[in-house]
Every structure is written in structure tokens, then in C-alpha cells.
């Protein structure tokens, strides 16, 4: 149990009170306690119970929970809940667009417990039929069923990456002296992994097939496996595993042929054979060796994808690579003035404690209520607060932005006036994100017009594995940008990583700057920095066309002169 999981747990609890019409005053005191212990910014596991008590909203019977959690992975009224609904109902209750009253309807009017069923029932048509529902929604819920579905024994990198890590440690135990490397998708930092693959080369297979079959922590599928190759799934999660073997001479180029994607290994070097026939020849003692005996510039593993790697290598275009010391500050962050969790002191401290020579808060902008987003008259406080501060922390600075939302025609939510108070702008959408690709480019592209817009904020919206961006022409989006002199962001959250990396060297060839921008809604967030790095690598990111590689005195001169032109026209 860590912070985290006990949070989930609550948010669980509420949701099944909802399900079973549990008192309201219940559910409302329950709601209270989480909204305060998420707004917290001392981890839940550390505090005692009197410590607990004294944070508002939070009752006897909450620290009681809280206690019991800690000590049990539960409490008794949560097990009552969950004893009393049917474990499909959990499954139905994580689909997107269902809350707990639309599914305790679906539960009492077509007895659907499972998502299997709810799938057979929108087809069959009968959600549509109920009230409250219709062909929209039931042609939404088939649609989430499906994304669903199709997601499935996928894991984000993020989420993923601890347990790889402890898997190459198991192996490095159970074969000692053979040769071992991580290999697929996650060698090459792909934002999803459907596998944890591994290579090992040695020529005694024998006791070291014995030793990892014995793995408690994995289900071995034998029918899938061969001589050459262990399959199989870890018990706990649902992660496909792959164990490939080879001889010790063989560990090379086995290696390099595996961490490569199917494309990059299909990708021609010369006019006869591509970088698979290359390998298979074995005619070198080294990565960096095969390379240069085919008279191609080293090519760094994330980008080995088979997206004209190898043509920029063999003309020796390959640039360096961003790396995280480059990054002088963090750009797109929230603080409690909107749905932060922690303060802009705080904010701005730990980011300074971290090296970096500056910080751009950018709250919500008043549309976005739901998240607190700030009036005018907040703005004004919030820029007195940053004057102040920045008086007592320079040489760091704190830029004033607003992560003002795009409306539905395209404009930004504040008049001219009050955009021109901020440093910088991050424009992003948030709501109605069910335009066709033509309405959803053109909002986007109205955005960038305005020119007050200095970042465009995660361009399409998505979040993987859990909601699908809204369709746009990224060509286009990018041209407009280049046009415009507008940044577009990396969005560092692990769930959104947007843009995607695939387009990246699009953008740079286009001259548009990118930002790697965790928006961070707490101090943690600025760890998920290193994940925009990873992507913006695997699209070819360089230090010169990042934003935020800019030092504080560069940045501050570059956010005026844009500014300086606004006010000229």
C-alpha cells in the first residue's frame, strides 16, 4: 500500500456507495476527505492519526479507514461494498462516459454485469432504449468497449519500467556468467510496451533454461515456447514475457537484430541489402563496427524504427540527441491556484532546489471551472505573488503563463488585455473533443493565429490506453505553427506524450521549436521531464530546436521580443 493505492481505494469505495445508493451525507463526507488529502502535499502513509484528524474534511470514521487501509490493503465497509457487487461490475465501472449511476442502471434494467454483456447489449441495440442513454451514447460506450479491448496487455513505459528493471536483475542472477540484454520495444523507449523481451547468449543453455522455467513469477506457455525461445506471462500483471537464447558468438548481432523494429531491419543500406542481410553477415566485433564497415553514421537504439534513420545516417545527418541536462527549466506547471496540489512557492522552491534556472506556472484559464481555472481577478493575484517571489529567489525566475483553454470557434478564453499581462501563453483544448479531423484542425489552427498563443499545448488531447486524441492533420497543425512562430509542446505526462514523437523531426524540419512540459500538477510531476526527453530522442530532438534548452536570460529575451511584436501590430 503507498499513497497512491490507498487514494484509489477511497475513490473505489465512493463509487460503489454511488452504485448502492448509499447515504448521500455518506458519500458527500467521503468526497470531502479525498478532495482535501489530494490537495495535501505530505504523503498519506507517513501520518498519525491525530496528524490525520486535523485535516479538514477528514472524520473519525475516515482516519479509521485510512488506518485500516495501511495495515490491511482494506477496511470492512469497503469489502461489504465490494462482497455486494458483482466483480464485472468494477470492470464496467473503469469504462469512460459510465458512472456509477448510468451502470447501476444497466445493472437493474438489462442485468448487465460484465462488459461482455454491455457489449452484446449495445450491439443488440437495447441500451438505446433506455432513458438517459440513446444511439450517441450507446455508440460511445462501444466505441470506449473497443479501445478497450484493444489495449489490453498494453502498459505504458512509465508503468512498466520498475518491473523490466527487476526482471533484467532476476536474470542477471539466474545466469551470472552469461551475456544479457533487454531487447523489443522497451530497448528502443516506445511510449507502449506489450512485452518485456530479453537475449540471452551462452553456450551452457542448459542450467540456465532450468533456472528461469523455475520462476515463480511467471506462467511459461510451452506450446508457444521453442528451443530458442522461452514465452510465457507474469503471474501478477498481465505482461506477455520473452526469453530468447543463443550462442555466446552469436550475442551480437542476435542482439541488434532484436532491439531494432521490423522496419528499421528492412530499411535498405545500399542497392542490394537492407540493415537485416547486413547484420546476418557477422562481419564485425562491434555496434559501433557495423556501422562504420557500412559507412553509416552510429544511429542511437530509440531511433532504430524504420522512419528514414537510415538515409539520415548514411549522409551523416544524424544530429545529437537532447539529452536531460540540457533542460534549463519547466515550462506548464499548476499550483493550488487552480487544481494543483501544491503551492507556487512550493512550486517554484523545488524547482529551483532541482537546478533549473526557471518555472512557468500555467493554471487553468476560466473555462476549465472544473479545474479551479482563474478569473481576472485571481490572475492578478497570482502575478503579485510571482513579482514577490521572484524578488526573493533570483537569480530564478518565475514566468507568468495561463494554460488558457481553446474554445469551441478556436479563440482563448481571456480578452487581449489580460493575454498580454502573461509572459507566455499555453494554448490548449480540453473539452467537445469529438470533432471530425477538418473542424478539429481548423479550432486548432484559429488557435495559433491568435497571436498571443506561444505554446500549443498537448495537440491532440490523448491519453494512452485510456481516450483515443481527437483526429487532426498534424501537417498541417505543424505548417501553421512554423508560420505563426508558435512552440508546440511534448507533453511529458506519461499518459500523453503528445505531440508524438513521429512527427517531431517534421516539426524541426519545418522550424518549429518543441517544449518538453510535464504539466505538472504537483512537485513529483517534474520527474515525468525525462519521459519528454525520451520521445522527443526517438523523433530526433535536438538541444537547439527545444524551448526549454534556452537559459533564463535567453528565454526571458525571447518571450519579450514576441511579446514586443504582438504590441507592434
Given at each position: 500500500m503507498d499513497h497512491k493505492t490507498l487514494l484509489k481505494k477511497i475513490k473505489l469505495s465512493i463509487q460503489l456507495m454511488e452504485l448502492h445508493d448509499e447515504n448521500p451525507f455518506k458519500i458527500r463526507s467521503y468526497q470531502s476527505a479525498l478532495i482535501s488529502l489530494e490537495r495535501g502535499d505530505q504523503d498519506i502513509m507517513v501520518l498519525s492519526e491525530s496528524e490525520l484528524a486535523s485535516i479538514q474534511g477528514v472524520g473519525k470514521s475516515m482516519v479509521e479507514a485510512i488506518q485500516q487501509l495501511k495495515e490491511t490493503d482494506t477496511f470492512p465497509f469497503l469489502e461489504e461494498l465490494l462482497a455486494k457487487t458483482p466483480e464485472g461490475i468494477l470492470e464496467i465501472l473503469q469504462i469512460k462516459g459510465l458512472?456509477?449511476?448510468?451502470?447501476?442502471?444497466?445493472?437493474?434494467?438489462?442485468?448487465?454485469?460484465?462488459?461482455?454483456?454491455?457489449?452484446?447489449?449495445?450491439?443488440?441495440?437495447?441500451?438505446?432504449?433506455?432513458?438517459?442513454?440513446?444511439?450517441?451514447?450507446?455508440?460511445?460506450?462501444?466505441?470506449?468497449?473497443?479501445?478497450?479491448?484493444?489495449?489490453?496487455?498494453?502498459?505504458?513505459?512509465?508503468?512498466?519500467?520498475?518491473?523490466?528493471?527487476?526482471?533484467?536483475?532476476?536474470l542477471h542472477v539466474l545466469a551470472p556468467q552469461a551475456e544479457l540484454a533487454?531487447?523489443?520495444?522497451?530497448?528502443?523507449?516506445?511510449?507502449?510496451?506489450?512485452?518485456?523481451?530479453?537475449?540471452?547468449?551462452?553456450?551452457?543453455?542448459a542450467g540456465i533454461k532450468a533456472n528461469i522455467k523455475a520462476m515463480e513469477t511467471i506462467e511459461w506457455i510451452l506450446l508457444e515456447s521453442g528451443p530458442r525461445t522461452l514465452r510465457g506471462k507474469l503471474k501478477e500483471i498481465d505482461l506477455r514475457v520473452s526469453i530468447h537464447f543463443c550462442a555466446k558468438a552469436d550475442f551480437l548481432w542476435k542482439k541488434l537484430s532484436l532491439i531494432a523494429s521490423p522496419l528499421h531491419l528492412e530499411s535498405l543500406v545500399d542497392d542490394k541489402e537492407t540493415i537485416a542481410q547486413k547484420l546476418q553477415k557477422k562481419d564485425y566485433s562491434s555496434e559501433n563496427e557495423f556501422f562504420s564497415i557500412n559507412k553509416l553514421q552510429i544511429i542511437p537504439v530509440e531511433m532504430r524504427e524504420g522512419y528514414g534513420e537510415v538515409e539520415l545516417a548514411k549522409e551523416n545527418k544524424i544530429p545529437e540527441l537532447l539529452t536531460d541536462k540540457d533542460l534549463k527549466g519547466i515550462l506548464h506547471n499548476h499550483s493550488t491556484y487552480s487544481d494543483g496540489k501544491?503551492?507556487?512557492?512550493?512550486?517554484?522552491?523545488?524547482?529551483?532546489?532541482?537546478?533549473?534556472?526557471?518555472?512557468?506556472?500555467?493554471?487553468?484559464?476560466?473555462?476549465?471551472?472544473?479545474?479551479?481555472?482563474?478569473?481576472?481577478?485571481?490572475?492578478?493575484?497570482?502575478?503579485?505573488?510571482?513579482?514577490?517571489?521572484?524578488?526573493?529567489?533570483?537569480?530564478?525566475?518565475?514566468?507568468?503563463?495561463?494554460?488558457?483553454?481553446?474554445?469551441?470557434?478556436?479563440?482563448?478564453?481571456?480578452?487581449?488585455?489580460?493575454?498580454?499581462?502573461?509572459?507566455?501563453?499555453?494554448?490548449?483544448?480540453?473539452?467537445?473533443?469529438?470533432?471530425?479531423?477538418?473542424?478539429?484542425?481548423?479550432?486548432?489552427?484559429?488557435?495559433i493565429e491568435n497571436p498571443y498563443t506561444t505554446i500549443l499545448g498537448h495537440p491532440t488531447g490523448r491519453l494512452l490506453l485510456r481516450r483515443q486524441g481527437y483526429p487532426i492533420d498534424h501537417k498541417a497543425i505543424i505548417d501553421a505553427c512554423a508560420q505563426h512562430n508558435v512552440v508546440i509542446e511534448i507533453n511529458a505526462n506519461p499518459w500523453r506524450l503528445d505531440l508524438d514523437w513521429r512527427y517531431v523531426r517534421y516539426a524541426m524540419e519545418q522550424g518549429v521549436m518543441l517544449s518538453i512540459n510535464p504539466d505538472a500538477h504537483a512537485m513529483e510531476g517534474y520527474a515525468d521531464m525525462r519521459y519528454g526527453v525520451l520521445v522527443g530522442r526517438k523523433g530526433g530532438l535536438t538541444k537547439d530546436m527545444t524551448l526549454n534548452a534556452k537559459s533564463g536570460e535567453e528565454l526571458a529575451v525571447y518571450f519579450d521580443s514576441r511579446l514586443k511584436k504582438v504590441k507592434v501590430k
Open positions: 458512472g456509477p449511476k448510468k451502470v447501476k442502471t444497466l445493472w437493474e434494467q438489462l442485468g448487465i454485469t460484465s462488459t461482455h454483456e454491455l457489449m452484446e447489449a449495445c450491439q443488440a441495440g437495447k441500451v438505446a432504449k433506455i432513458k438517459g442513454f440513446g444511439e450517441k451514447t450507446q455508440d460511445t460506450i462501444i466505441q470506449n468497449l473497443e479501445f478497450v479491448a484493444s489495449n489490453a496487455g498494453k502498459w505504458l513505459y512509465a508503468d512498466i519500467e520498475e518491473i523490466i528493471g527487476q526482471l533484467e536483475k532476476t533487454v531487447v523489443g520495444d522497451f530497448s528502443r523507449n516506445m511510449e507502449i510496451i506489450t512485452e518485456a523481451e530479453f537475449l540471452i547468449g551462452s553456450d551452457e543453455m501544491h503551492t507556487l512557492r512550493q512550486m517554484a522552491e523545488y524547482c529551483k532546489e532541482l537546478g533549473y534556472e526557471y518555472l512557468g506556472i500555467s493554471d487553468h484559464s476560466k473555462t476549465a471551472f472544473y479545474a479551479g481555472g482563474l478569473t481576472e481577478d485571481q490572475i492578478l493575484k497570482q502575478h503579485q505573488e510571482i513579482d514577490l517571489l521572484n524578488k526573493e529567489l533570483a537569480p530564478f525566475r518565475i514566468f507568468k503563463s495561463i494554460e488558457s483553454d481553446i474554445l469551441s470557434d478556436g479563440k482563448l478564453d481571456y480578452s487581449d488585455e489580460v493575454l498580454a499581462s502573461f509572459d507566455f501563453i499555453v494554448a490548449s483544448v480540453h473539452s467537445i473533443l469529438n470533432m471530425d479531423i477538418k473542424r478539429a484542425t481548423s479550432r486548432l489552427i484559429t488557435a
